[in-house]
Every structure is written in structure tokens, then in C-alpha cells.
């Protein structure tokens, strides 16, 4: 997937982890190795961190193994985490009270931050459901059918012949998988017992490895099959694989169980399907629905050894039932299973999640959230802390024989209107007509200078009207003459002081003010605001104000378009 990725179009970075960061050769039948605990999460966490920034990050393995960490990472670095869970391995019993609360906040975790999961089969994911993950964020993911694997030749067969004769004096039956409680293979050794008194021609092999393999070779000497129509064949490398399948009648399919509360996905039939193999089936399971389905095999009965021998006695004697099972096999493989469909299927998922999980707009949203707390705790504080200079303008008004507090409507968010509160500096006019003009225009002109007039702003922050940081707040009527670059900045708050502001000079336009306010949203972050306040604070320690020319120094913009567009009598 990461490969196709890559050379299509590399739309988003993908972060595979697996369980075994070093590469390892991929050996059929073996088991999964271990990889649990701090260190295995920790190298885990390290290898992303040294890695290009994901968008998305793909962790194949069992949850348990270091999902815990890539948790964290996901909730850290924001990119959506997809989990791909092949098998569930199975663990001791225990009762200790710090490891199952452990396991619980583990799942907690993996539910928080999940994306999705892609389960080996309906078992894994009917686990995962009932560990309360949502069922429309699970689906099924088989290994699928790789056919370029096993083009048959008759130099394989050959190989397999010369290294194993025995096996090519009769019709050949194989098993390929993990050898462990969790498949009842003894079944099988159990058929093989049964069919040397009905077809003693039959042969059986059992190819790969496992903690249950040397119990096995016993029990099958003790039913005196083994090395008569039955033989063990070490676990062999996925491309050698084609040497036994290409020279094989059926492939016997083994549907896993629950074995010391874990399972695997019993996907072993898809190379038998690429193979163009008949399957089949000992048991129930997944397995024998498919294969019954599109009878590319036979369902043998559990739990009854003889029925099961007689009924694939019977399927091998019938050469043409067997051929059209074995196309029946290859079509599964080619179609619906197919390998390069499911890895279509899942990089259309991948890109899914990538776009409604976006790692830009999640750092986004937490941009905002910062954002909105930053305005909530600094708002508060200014208003606690310049309590006293509120009350003393608000005295000064009073002297001056002046409300103190002006309203005025404004557009805010998606031009919404709101109140703005202010210390009502627009009273020029009547401190020119006053007997002492001289120092009420001089506390006005402090005021506006100095951006204590925008001091009860702070409230309209407290509330979430406004932020600290935006484009200032315009009349509503300015709306209709807003051309769509303009409307930009409807899309956040506005603010006591912006971009436009810290960067005022003589001569400012309206133009290049609303060429200003859609930079800020553009561009905005944290960072920028914090730059902004700086800016603010340094030219009000200065004496420059908040810019050249605030909003309410320019002419009214409604008119100034209005003209614009030939209405002159405006």
C-alpha cells in the first residue's frame, strides 16, 4: 500500500508500523513472533518521530502490541491512526488488578483514538465489538490472493518431488499453516488415520511451525500415520510456497478457534485459491461459507474423523468435480479476493480516513481551541488587573458629565451581529461647544491613542463575541458591499486588535485593510497572534496606537462603494 502510494500520486504521507521494525524474511507457518512491552512501544514511537510527518499511520498488530504508545502519538501529532489487526494472539490468564486496569485504559485509549480497524476476519472483528468500538468504523480485511505467486511449472514440481518422493504416489492433501491449539490439527491427523483403510493411496503433509508441533508428530505416531500417508514439512519461505501447492490435489483449510483468549485469521486458504486449488474445509467457520458459496471445494464434517476421511475420499475419486472446484478457486482468487482489489479497497480507505481526518485540520481545530482559552484567561486576567484603570476612566467620564459606555452593532463570526461595548470616545463635537474643551478633548484623545477605549472590548471576549486577536469589528450594513475575498474575514472572530493594526501606516486604505484581515485568516495560528499581542503591546508602550488609521478613522466604506457603483447621490 505504501508502495502504490508513492508512485500514484503521493496524496498523503502513510506511516506502516509493524510488529518487527526490523525487516524479516516472511517464513509460512511460523508464528507470529512476540513484540510486546515498553521497549517494543518506545522504538516504536522513536521510528515515527525520526520519520517524514504522517497523515495517516497504519499500526499491523494485535492492539496490545504498542498500541498504547501509537495512541499517544496519534493524539499527539494529530494524524488519524488505523489499526490492521491480522491475528489476536492469545495470553496467559491472570487476575492481577493493575493488569486489567491497564487493559482497560488501553482500550480506552485505542477507542479514543482509532480511526479504524481492519480485522483479518469476522471473528477479530466481532472481538472488537464487543470491546464497544464502534461496528461501522470495523471491517473484514482477508490477506487476499496473490496468483503471480504460484503460476504452476513442472520445474517446481520436480523440486518438490526429488526433495520429498513419497509424495508423489498419490493424490496430495496439504495443510500449510501455524501449528497451535488454536487450529484442532489433530483432527486432521485423525482423517489421515481414517483414510489408510479407505483410499491408503491418499497422501497428507502438514507444512510449518509451531509451539504444538512436537505433540503432533507423536500423536500421529502413536495413530501410526506418520511417514505412512502423512508427513511433516518444515515451515518454507512465502515464494518457495509454490513448490508444494502447484503439485497439490486440495489444500485442507483448518478454521481457527479461540485458544487462550486469542485467534488468528485462518486466511491460509488464500494462497491455496491463488494456487487454483480446491479447498477443503474440516469445521465450521468463515471459511466453509466461502467455499460453499462458490463450491471451490468441499465441506468436510467436524468432531466425526471417518465421515470427514469418506466424504473427501469421495470428492478426489471425482476428477471433474475436483477441476471445477479448482477453477471455481482461481476465480475466488482472481475476482472478489483478489490481492490487488483488496489493497484498492484499502488505499480508498486510507484516503477516506486521511481526508475526514485531516492531521492540518485537526491541528487546526486545536489552534482554536488554544486560541479561544488564550482569549478566556488573558481577557479575564486584563480585566482583573486593570480594574482599577476601568474605574478611573469611567470616573472621568462622569466628571466630564458623559455616559461612559457606548454599544455599537457590529458583524462578528459568519456576520452574525453582536454589541460592541467601548468607553464612547465620539464626543468631539460637544467637548469643542464645552468651557473646558481643552482637557476633556485631551482625555479623549489619551483614550483613543492610548486603546484604553477598547478596554470593556474585553467582555465581548470573555463572552466569545470577539478575540483578542482578529479583523476589527465593522458596521453590518458593510456586508452587502463585501466583494468574496472581503467576506474572508467573516470566517473568524474579530478582534481588539489585528494584522491590519500592528501594521497600520499613513494613508491606509480600506483596500489594503481588508488586503490585510484575509492574510490574517489565511495564514493565522497561534504563533501569529502571539506575534500580533507582542506587536500591540509595543506600540502602545510607544505611544503609536493600535496602527495609522483604525477603522473608525476611515470613511464610512458602505458610502465609498456605494459611489463606486454610480450612485452618486448617496
Request: proline share 5%.
Amino acid at each position: 500500500i505504501a508502495a502504490r502510494t508513492r508512485d500514484e500520486d503521493n496524496a498523503f504521507n502513510l506511516a506502516v508500523v509493524r510488529r518487527a521494525l526490523a525487516p524479516q524474511m516472511r517464513r509460512f507457518g511460523y508464528p507470529s513472533s512476540s513484540a510486546t512491552g515498553f521497549a517494543y512501544g518506545l522504538r516504536m514511537m522513536l521510528s515515527l518521530i525520526t520519520q517524514t510527518k504522517a497523515d495517516v499511520i497504519v499500526l499491523r498488530a494485535p492492539p496490545f502490541a504498542g498500541g498504547f504508545m501509537l495512541s499517544c502519538f496519534a493524539a499527539f501529532s494529530g494524524a488519524p491512526l488505523l489499526i490492521d489487526v491480522p491475528e489476536l494472539p492469545g495470553k496467559s490468564q491472570n487476575g492481577n488488578l493493575v493488569e486489567r486496569f491497564a487493559h482497560g485504559f488501553l482500550l480506552r485509549m485505542l477507542r479514543w483514538k482509532t480511526a479504524h480497524v481492519f480485522a483479518g476476519s469476522p471473528e477479530i472483528k466481532s472481538w472488537f465489538e464487543t470491546q464497544r468500538f464502534d461496528p461501522g468504523l470495523i471491517s473484514v480485511l482477508p490477506f487476499g490472493s496473490e496468483t503471480e505467486l504460484f503460476i504452476p511449472t513442472r520445474d517446481l514440481q520436480t523440486a518438490l518431488f526429488e526433495k520429498y518422493p513419497q509424495l508423489a504416489k498419490g493424490p496430495l492433501c496439504i495443510y500449510a499453516g501455524n501449528i497451535h491449539r488454536g487450529r484442532n490439527i489433530a483432527e486432521l491427523l485423525e482423517v489421515a488415520a481414517a483414510m489408510l483403510s479407505i483410499a491408503p493411496d491418499y497422501r497428507f503433509a502438514i507444512i510449518g511451525d509451531g509451539p504444538d508441533r512436537l505433540d503432533l508428530n507423536a500423536y500421529a505416531a502413536r495413530l501410526d500415520v506418520l511417514e505412512k500417508n502423512l508427513w511433516f514439512i518444515p515451515a518454507v519461505a512465502r515464494a518457495e510456497l509454490g513448490h508444494i501447492l502447484n503439485a497439490t490435489t486440495v489444500v485442507i483449510a483448518i478454521p481457527p478457534r479461540w485458544h487462550d483468549g486469542g485467534i488468528d485469521a485462518g486466511n491460509h486458504i488464500f494462497d491455496g485459491l491463488a494456487a487454483g486449488k480446491p479447498i477443503a474445509v474440516l469445521g465450521e467457520g468463515w471459511q466453509r461459507e466461502l467455499i460453499e458459496g462458490r463450491q471451490a471445494g468441499v465441506a468436510l464434517p467436524g468432531d466425526n474423523a471417518d465421515a470427514a476421511a469418506r466424504e473427501l475420499a469421495d470428492f478426489l475419486r471425482d476428477g471433474e468435480l475436483v477441476r471445477r472446484a479448482g477453477e471455481q478457486a482461481l476465480a475466488l482468487a482472481r475476482g472478489k479476493h483478489s490481492s490487488d482489489r483488496i489493497v484498492t479497497d484499502v488505499r480508498h480507505t486510507i484516503e477516506k480516513i486521511a481526508t475526514l481526518y485531516s492531521r492540518q485540520e485537526v491541528w487546526r481545530q486545536r489552534s482554536l481551541r488554544l486560541k479561544r482559552a488564550l482569549d478566556v484567561i488573558m481577557s479575564l486576567a486584563m480585566l482583573i488587573v486593570l480594574s482599577p484603570v476601568f474605574f478611573i476612566i469611567t470616573a472621568g467620564f462622569i466628571a466630564c458629565g458623559w455616559l461612559p459606555f457606548a454599544g455599537r452593532m457590529r458583524s462578528g463570526l459568519r456576520g452574525k451581529s453582536f454589541r460592541v461595548f467601548t468607553f464612547d470616545t465620539l464626543k468631539t463635537d460637544r467637548a469643542k461647544n464645552h468651557a473646558d474643551a481643552s482637557w476633556r478633548n485631551s482625555f479623549l484623545n489619551f483614550l483613543r491613542r492610548s486603546a484604553l477605549d477598547r478596554l470593556p472590548e474585553l467582555f465581548n471576549v470573555l463572552i466569545g463575541n470577539m478575540s483578542l486577536v482578529g479583523p476589527r469589528p465593522l458596521p453590518g450594513e458593510y456586508k452587502a458591499f463585501y466583494t468574496e475575498t472581503q467576506q474572508h474575514r467573516l470566517d473568524v472572530r474579530p478582534g481588539i486588535t489585528g494584522w491590519a493594526q500592528v501594521s497600520g501606516r499613513a494613508g491606509f486604505t480600506w483596500d489594503e485593510m481588508f488586503a490585510h484581515d484575509a492574510w490574517y485568516v489565511d495564514h493565522r495560528s497561534f504563533g501569529l497572534d502571539l506575534k500580533i499581542l507582542w506587536k500591540t503591546a509595543v506600540g502602545i508602550f510607544l505611544g503609536r496606537g493600535l496602527g495609522a488609521l483604525p477603522a473608525g478613522q476611515l470613511p464610512r466604506f458602505d458610502e465609498i462603494e456605494a459611489r463606486r457603483q454610480g450612485a452618486e447621490d448617496v
